[in-house]
């Protein structure tokens, strides 16, 4: 079993809809972070949350570590949301451990 | 302009032939790590780096060597390159404290090994 479980793997939506990621966590961490990869390649930090919940736009990411689960939610998705979202979890100071990854695809 | 630079972008070589695939970031910080990622594999770290000359492994460094010389340079070498190295390689750093801060990713490094 992995350390991190992303779900759903593939997500298809249509454009305006409300989007959740799901990340399970099975070891202690330091912090939790959501990436995205764009269809490029290049990965860029959309959050770094060890508490609570956090909002940038239309993206909120949350986290409950008694229940070591963060979720990921866009609201009013678009099709320039489409990518791969990675979660990762922190170990201590030095170690990144990452999920496998949700492909998701806003179409219009 | 803040950012983390790998060179090359993209390499092909040949089994045994040693290579060096650089990263630099120019945003004065602690902590560097090697990334790679492979299909059904995810992400997966190499190697990284507390601070200058200060270096560990990860979860697979098997096949790699680094170097932390200098603040900004965290070089990725490969002494005898095999196929089952072939992969997307990301390099990535963060200010201070490690993999508990906002990680910065370069562009990546795509690897085919004949």
């Known amino acids: 079993k992995n350390e991190v479980e992303q779900s759903p793997q593939n997500l298809t939506a249509q454009e305006g809809e409300f989007i959740t990621i799901n990340c399970s966590y099975s070891?202690?961490?330091?912090?939790l972070h959501w990436l995205q990869q764009h269809p490029g390649g290049g990965i860029v930090s959309l959050f770094m949350l060890s508490s609570g919940k956090k909002k940038h736009g239309r993206l909120i990411a949350t986290i409950n570590i008694q229940e070591k689960h963060s979720s990921l939610h866009i609201t009013a998705s678009h099709p320039r949301d489409s990518a791969v979202y990675i979660c990762?979890?922190?170990?201590?100071?030095?170690?990144?451990?990452f999920g496998q990854g949700t492909r998701l695809t806003i179409n219009p | 302009e803040a950012q983390v630079t790998q060179n090359p972008r993209y390499l092909i070589t040949v089994t045994g032939k040693k290579l060096t695939v650089t990263c630099s970031q120019n945003m004065n910080h602690e902590y560097m790590s090697w990334y790679r990622q492979d299909p059904g594999l995810g992400l997966r770290q190499i190697y990284y780096?507390?601070?200058?000359?200060?270096?560990d492994k990860g979860d697979v460094p098997e096949g790699y060597k680094v170097s932390r010389k200098e603040k900004r340079n965290f070089p990725l070498i490969l002494e005898s390159p095999s196929p089952n190295q072939t992969s997307l390689y990301f390099c990535?750093?963060?200010?201070?404290?490690?993999?508990?801060?906002?990680?910065?990713f370069g562009p990546g490094t795509r690897l085919l090994v004949l």
């Open positions: 990762a979890v922190s170990q201590g100071a030095q170690k990144l451990v």
């Open positions: 780096s507390m601070n200058v000359e200060v270096t």
């Open positions: 070891v202690g961490i330091s912090a």
């Open positions: 990535a750093s963060s200010p201070t404290s490690g993999s508990g801060e906002t990680q910065y």
